[in-house]
């Protein structure tokens, strides 16, 4: 593990009394300087981003949810598990709780407890200019001595006065993003969205994802090179697509998204690692009247064991990207979905009967 980084506030002002800064001045820079001297000197100190938090504090607050996640998953207690995870990972994790609980109970897997890997953990910790919202990034790794292969987003909650989880994205290769650091170790952020330096930004990955659900990536889903990520949404789209036969459709789109959120660090070749989330619909349904869809176990806990004429699914996902500085395609390096809903008519003749 290397050694913790301390916070550059620690080390704030960078002026904390009088400054000579040359034998030739007649004073120094302190009760009796200019106002103008003064005034410059606290304006260049404010405005210098620092870290948002110290790698040792980061790597407490990882160590913090793996426990509390734990013992919240065990019971699948929403309240406890609303203090360490937040934004479309709650989501997520709830509407796994709820898929848990419409299960017989001799279907339910036991809980296994897990602890992500502190010491192989890979911080990306950003410096913020004041009043930014705190925030960094994580790869982890839930195996001790393997590679990171998640992604992490965490945040500060001000209100709550903690940190909390809200993404994580499941990597398709060991091979990290190249994110520049600086001297000290930290990470630059930049703008996720409307930054003119780099080639695609957040809202333009979402939207070329959710292309290639709903298309197969022929519109908007150009902006990605082909990767493990961008083929296999593309291959969810191809299967839908004959998966019914002349018996049924499978139709996705966009939903509304609150999860608008999207986080994004500098890389080394001057483009950007961008975190983002997005939600989608999946619509099944028959062809003609007299079939019907049976809702798998899996969907017990929306739809009852009913057969329906048509499902529509709701799935919250966070998706990774690194986007270059120039006008190339972006790369999908990993997503992970969760089904947060499934709602649906049922068959006439189970409506009747009911």
């Known amino acids: 593990m290397e050694p913790p980084i301390r916070t550059a506030r620690r080390f704030l002002p960078l002026f904390t009394g009088a400054v000579c800064l040359t034998l030739a001045l007649t004073g120094c820079a302190g009760e009796d300087a200019p106002d103008q001297a003064r005034k410059t000197a606290s304006a260049d100190t404010a405005a210098k981003p620092v870290p948002a938090l110290s790698a040792a504090h980061a790597r407490d607050v990882i160590t913090r949810y793996s426990k509390i996640n734990n013992e919240a998953n065990a019971d699948r207690n929403r309240r406890l598990l609303d203090t360490v995870e937040d934004g479309p990972l709650y989501a997520m994790s709830v509407s796994d709780y ?13 809980y296994k407890p897990y602890s992500y890997d502190v010491a192989s953990a890979k911080l990306y910790i950003p410096r913020l200019a004041a009043g930014q919202d705190r925030w960094f990034a994580a790869a982890l790794s839930s195996e001790k001595g393997k590679a990171p292969s998640r992604l992490a987003v965490f945040a500060e ?194 409506s009747a009967s009911a």
Request: glycine share 8%.
């Open 98 to 110: 709820t898929e848990t609980e419409g299960l017989a109970a001799k279907d339910r897997e036991p």
């Open 157 to 350: 909650r001000p209100q709550h006065k903690r940190w909390e989880m809200v993404s994580v994205v499941d990597l398709d290769s060991q091979k990290l993003p190249d994110v520049s650091l600086d001297r000290e170790g930290y990470a630059t952020a930049v703008a996720a969205n409307d930054n003119k330096q780099l080639a695609a930004d957040a809202d333009l990955l979402r939207t070329a994802v959710l292309d290639n659900f709903a298309t197969g990536g022929t519109g908007t889903g150009k902006v990605f090179a082909p990767t493990e990520a961008s083929k296999r949404q593309i291959k969810v789209h191809s299967d839908a697509a004959t998966r019914f036969g002349d018996k049924g459709t499978s139709v996705f789109d966009g939903a509304d998204n609150r999860y608008t959120d999207a986080y994004a660090l500098k890389t080394a070749d001057g483009g950007a690692l961008i975190l983002f989330s997005h939600t989608h619909t999946q619509t099944d349904a028959v062809a003609h009247s007299g079939l019907q869809i049976n809702p798998g176990k899996g969907d017990r806990a929306w739809l009852h064991d009913v057969p329906r004429t048509s499902i529509r699914y709701t799935f919250v996902c966070n998706d990774a990207a690194t986007v270059p500085a120039k006008a190339e395609p972006s790369r999908l390096i990993g997503y992970t979905c969760a089904r947060t809903d499934a709602s649906g008519p049922p068959v006439p003749s189970w």
